[in-house]
């Protein structure tokens, strides 16, 4: 963490000084904004967490509920939406709260006795190392709280506006705020009256009853539930030994059990097979009681009992697959002719079961994705086009998403003499661990990702995949540090540039790009607003592959130590060496010749090239960059 550039801080060093709108906030929500978030799920808390980075943009999100959320219905956190907290400065807090999975036990009927059910097989969570963070269990509302605190630590001083209900929308393309929307009070003195809020974009994190996907025209379509599963956490005595493992069991005549430990050492959730829903049911097994729940999940787990104590939450659900056909406003006629003005994220278009865990993890990308974009079009960063890639780029994970599950949600529910093998659910878990801890997500080419040319100076960093971290040492203060985990959501882009074998101070090819960067009038950097910080838009790294003892610091390139702050002190931190015990060249398949690698302020590997190809970087970020200003 770094502070104090701007003056001696006393205080936590978290609450950033506020900026902007933050400055003088209003209490009301205004009648014009330039952003209005709609839903205050894990989608619109992270979009507006990282929106709140944008302290010259007027940001504002409403909730239909009078506060902040008390009991969430998500639970699984997949260590890429760990990652992603670790951007919002909070992973190291949730995860000492939360339940981590390390390990996942599979029960089956006894071969020897049927009615009873043994345990059959273990899978480690993570046996291939895909992530240095974990996999947890945390409810949903703790997460929202921390994306609140960081919002309201950020220069916007951003906080929601409760007990505002969505009604609907209009837009016009020519006007200032071309999108009018209606909203009713639901909490207050004031309950029950509506009010016009114009904003030039709105996102819709409002489930999957969206208002707001109504209010553009889009339609959820896909296949019609047909099985319903009981699910419900609870506090309970019981002789099952893997009570605190997650689990997934079956029976031989009582149906299934996905079995997740949750947070605090005796809470656990149960996902219970109630079996098929039979055609004309019209909603019936949505009434099926807690009790008979409970009586359910008894059996299943046959010869153990379950003595349930207190319930925190039960509900029934059954298992439907929906997507809508686009994320936002545009019709497909008017793809090319106008820029979208409405998105909308998570559940309002995409609806899946919950037993893959990727309902909240997906639908925080989704806000993630769009966040970044609006603030950099609002910024005047980047051209309008730039928001026609949100519904390009994540309708795509989403249908991804949905086929995942159909698969796994399908083997969860069928009768142990289906499978053709016992362990073929123990198999499909262990072979398919990428997508469901959230790594999957491979962007394709477009104005944010380029063509895999390169791709082979860089093995270890698919393009359009996220950046995986590695251990470097930092020069400046000796410390071993997770190079990924320095990237902050501060909505700035990333160039790491990994040298040549050449050391610092030496004529090398870092050398030449640096100068480059420093200078040309084509170089990204140029870009940056007169009177900024130099690093304000571009976080520039360096990684030598000397170890860090081998490194003049002071013989490094002036653009990998820029000076910050009004009083212009040089940021050291940016200059690493490889860790000799664990060298991220090796790691990440890095070309000893040199190699520079581009991530996006959502931690998506946009290019690889060549340390020499200052050309293709420059033409790379000409579509995303406005025209350039003089530097002072």
Known sequence: MQFHHHGYVSGDPRVEPAAGVGLDRPEELPAEVDVLIVGSGPAGMLAAAQLSQFPDITTRIVERRPGRLVIGQADGIQARSVETFQAFGFA???????????????????????????????????????????????????????????????????????????????????????????????????????????????????????????????????????????????????????????????????????????????????????????????????????????????????????????????????????????????????????????FITGDACHTHSAKAGQGMNVSMQDGFNIAWKLGHVLDGRSPESLLSTYSAERQVVAKNLIDFDK???????????????????????????????????????????????????????????????????????????????LAKADGRWRIYVFADTARAGEASKVAALADWLQDAPDSPLAATPAGADRDAWFDVKVIYQQDHHGIDINAVPAVFKPEVGPFRLTDLGKVFGADPEADIFDQRGLDRGGVMVVVRPDQYVANVLPLSATAELGEFFAPLLPVRQPQS
């Open 407 to 485: 698969e796994w949600s399908t083997l969860m529910a069928k009768k142990p003499e289906e499978f053709e093998n016992p362990s073929d659910l123990e198999d499909f878990y262990v072979s398919t661990a990428e997508f469901p801890a959230g790594f999957m997500t491979e962007y394709t080419p477009s104005m944010l990702i380029g063509e895999a040319e390169h791709q082979n100076l860089a093995t270890g960093f698919p393009i359009g995949k996220r950046f995986k971290s590695a251990p470097v040492m930092r020069v400046s203060d000796t410390n071993p540090v997770q190079l990924g985990h």
């Open 92 to 342: 190291e807090e949730i995860i000492a709260e939360a339940y981590r999975i390390t390990e996942m036990c599979f029960w089956r009927p006894d071969p020897e006795n049927p009615e009873n059910i043994v345990r059959s097989g273990r899978a480690l969570d993570d046996p291939a190392g895909i992530s240095e963070f974990p996999h947890l269990i945390v409810n949903q509302a703790r997460v929202l709280d921390y994306f609140a605190r960081f919002m309201a630590n950020s220069p916007a001083r951003m906080k929601p506006d409760y007990g505002y209900e969505f009604v609907d929308l209009e837009v016009d393309d020519d006007a200032e705020y071309p999108v009018s929307v209606t909203l009713r009070r639901t909490a207050g003195e004031d309950e029950g009256t509506e009010r016009t809020v114009k904003a030039k974009y709105v996102v819709g994190c409002d489930g999957a009853r969206s208002k707001v996907r109504q209010s553009i025209g889009s339609t959820l379509a896909g296949d019609a539930a047909n099985h319903a599963w009981g699910v419900m956490d609870v506090l309970a005595s019981t002789d099952f030994p893997d009570i605190r493992t997650k689990c997934a069991i079956q029976s031989s005549n009582g149906g299934s059990i996905l079995h997740i430990p949750r947070e605090g050492g005796h809470l656990f959730r149960m996902y219970v097979d109630l079996g098929e829903v039979p055609e004309g049911d019209n909603g019936a097994v949505r009434q099926t009681s807690i009790e008979e729940i409970i009586a359910k999940a008894n059996a299943i787990l046959h010869p153990y009992t379950l003595d349930v104590r207190n319930v925190a939450w039960h509900s029934v659900y059954e298992v439907g697959h929906r997507l809508t056909d686009r994320f936002d406003d545009v019709l497909p006629e008017q793809v090319g002719t106008r820029t979208p003005r409405v």
